[in-house]
């Protein structure tokens, strides 16, 4: 696997260390489910270190599913070109997967096409109370290639707003009775009963034929970031990349685990001690 010696090192304090993980612990494991930005990303992009981590535990025979807010255009492409066996995104709204049988991408939704466009008529409404109410908030610029989400930039490509900005923006959505979750980047909205936790269970009983306690028990779930929550409260093996530590007074579940490196770092940190106590 390429060097990460350039990831930097950063403490979260009340998190066990990712250097006490037994091979007990991993023994039986079947897959890693993983968040995308600042999770397999550092500040951005996916450095070499990660992607090589994803094929090395690929090849290991592990299952990949990316766990992510990110959209469903992006997610098309994930499924199809990078070594995953499904994508969740858009927190939930859907998982996609490619099917190596028909050579075809396949893609479950967890609501019609009708009530998605319902949704973006009310999604649109509430975009227009953010922007009178949190100056410098932005569409995330991903949000043209979105199907069931509104996706407000706090920091990703505006300066930063603030966690006071962050909470005035959730509070617009809550006020209009939509779901919404804060990442690394953007605070995501949607209607619908659904979170990543939701459908990552139904994807795995579909697809795998496991059921949620067989998923706890036997997946490992890495993040960073508060809309990972409802993740790391379903599994007993969960991860932080070190830059959770930043989000962790504002959390209530958090990872069992905490690398020692931030980012794409820190997740090629995490596959790294998952390879070598499996070997």
């Not at 098309?76 to 709204?93: L, S, T």
């Not at 379903?234 to 991860?239: G, Q, R, T, W």
């Amino acid at each position: 696997m390429t060097d990460c010696s350039a990831g930097r090192n950063v403490s979260c304090r009340g998190l066990r260390p990712l250097a006490s993980l037994t091979a007990r612990q991993v023994e039986g494991l079947w897959g890693v489910l993983f968040d995308i930005d600042d999770t397999i990303t550092t500040q951005g992009r996916i450095p070499a270190c990660a992607y090589s981590a994803l094929w090395a535990l690929k090849d290991a025979g592990l299952k990949l599913i990316p766990i992510t807010g990110r959209p469903a255009g992006w997610c098309d492409h994930m499924a199809r070109m990078w070594p995953v066996d499904a994508v969740v995104g858009e927190n939930g709204a859907f998982y996609f997967w490619y099917d190596s049988t028909s050579g075809r991408l396949k893609k479950r939704y967890l609501m019609t096409d009708a009530e998605r466009r319902e949704n973006r008529r009310r999604l649109e409404r509430i975009w227009k109370e953010i922007q009178a109410r949190v100056p410098g908030a932005a569409l995330a610029s991903d949000q043209s290639y979105r199907e069931a989400d509104l996706a407000v930039d706090y920091c990703e490509d505006v300066p930063d707003l603030g966690w006071e900005a962050v909470e005035r923006i959730v509070e617009v959505f809550k006020s209009h009775g939509a779901h919404c979750k804060v990442s690394s980047i953007h605070v995501n909205g949607w209607f619908g009963d659904y979170d990543k936790r939701h459908t990552t269970q139904l994807l795995a009983r579909e697809l795998f034929d496991i059921p949620p306690h067989g998923l706890r028990r036997r997946g490992l779930f890495c993040g960073d970031s508060p809309n990972d929550e409802p993740m790391f409260g379903s599994f007993d093996l969960s991860v932080g990349v070190a830059n959770i530590a930043r989000f962790v007074p504002h959390m209530e579940h958090l990872p069992a685990f905490v690398t020692a490196r931030a980012g794409g770092q820190g997740f090629a940190e995490l596959a790294g001690k998952i390879l070598a106590l499996l070997s």
